[in-house]
T-cell receptor, first 115, second 112 residues
Framework: EPEVTQTPSHQVTQMGQEVILRCVPI?????FYWYRQILGQKVEFLVS????????KSEIFDDQFSVERPDGSNFTLKIRSTKLEDSAMYFC?????????????FGSGTQLSVL | LAKTTQPISMDSYEGQEVNITCSHN???????ITWYQQFPSQGPRFIIQ???TKVTNEVASLFIPADRKSSTLSLPRVSLSDTAVYYC?????????????FGTGTRLQVTL
């Protein structure tokens, strides 16, 4: 089965530093997502991306966050100035289209620890 | 998106059938019901999706009554490796970049 690949698997950073989380969605997928999960809590939607622009974003996705698809394969999440509360597992997901019967494929996540 | 309610946790012995029920009283006409499984430190994984009646795949069955206000995920003969959190999601499957909203899920613990 095709996979969504995320790197790195773990990222440790100092508060205030910028981090970039990287994802390679499945090659023929057109819709991309970032979710996060704080330890012990539920999976939270951050942002969806289609046709090179943000389709929808949650309240969590404030000005400190940005997404980009710099080339034909990568999809990145940037946090400009990390805060302690940004510590979480970040999941990238993709789906082929937003239409019929399309399941969402998730990556294995990047565990971000902000010290 | 319709809100879902499911039990916080369930326990089962290996080899038993497990049924997890999800309530979605406000489900809309266009909404589909999708179940995901999540192991610790991994991303959620699609299990099954349905609109009405019964759907079965190699992993599970999904039972949806006529009013569609609830659904039941059935896992036949669970094993220790089925210990995970199971999420019921309801939402439109059509439209541009429709999101999925996860609830708290049901934590299934399978023991010997």
């Amino acid at each position: 089965e095709p996979e969504v690949t995320q790197t790195p698997s773990h990222q440790v950073t100092q508060m205030g530093q910028e981090v970039i989380l990287r994802c390679v969605p499945i090659s023929n997928h057109l819709y991309f997502y970032w979710y996060r999960q704080i330890l012990g809590q539920k999976v939270e939607f951050l942002v969806s991306f289609y046709n090179n622009e943000i389709s929808e974003k949650s309240e969590i996705f404030d000005d400190q966050f940005s997404v980009e698809r710099p080339d034909g394969s990568n999809f990145t999440l940037k946090i400009r100035s990390t805060k302690l509360e940004d510590s979480a597992m970040y999941f990238c997901a993709s789906r082929r289209d937003g239409g019929t019967n399309e399941k969402l494929f998730f990556g294995s996540g990047t565990q971000l620890s902000v010290l | 998106l319709a809100k879902t309610t499911q039990p916080i946790s369930m326990d089962s012995y290996e080899g038993q059938e497990v049924n997890i029920t999800c309530s979605h009283n406000n489900i809309a006409t266009n909404d589909y019901i999708t179940w995901y499984q999540q192991f610790p430190s991994q991303g959620p994984r699609f299990i099954i999706q349905g609109y009405k009646t019964k759907v079965t795949n190699e992993v599970a069955s999904l039972f949806i009554p006529a009013d569609r206000k609830s659904s039941t995920l059935s896992l036949p003969r669970v094993s220790l490796s089925d210990t995970a959190v199971y999420y019921c999601l309801v939402g439109e499957r059509a439209g541009t970049a429709s999101k999925l909203t996860f609830g708290t899920g049901t934590r299934l613990q399978v023991t010997l």
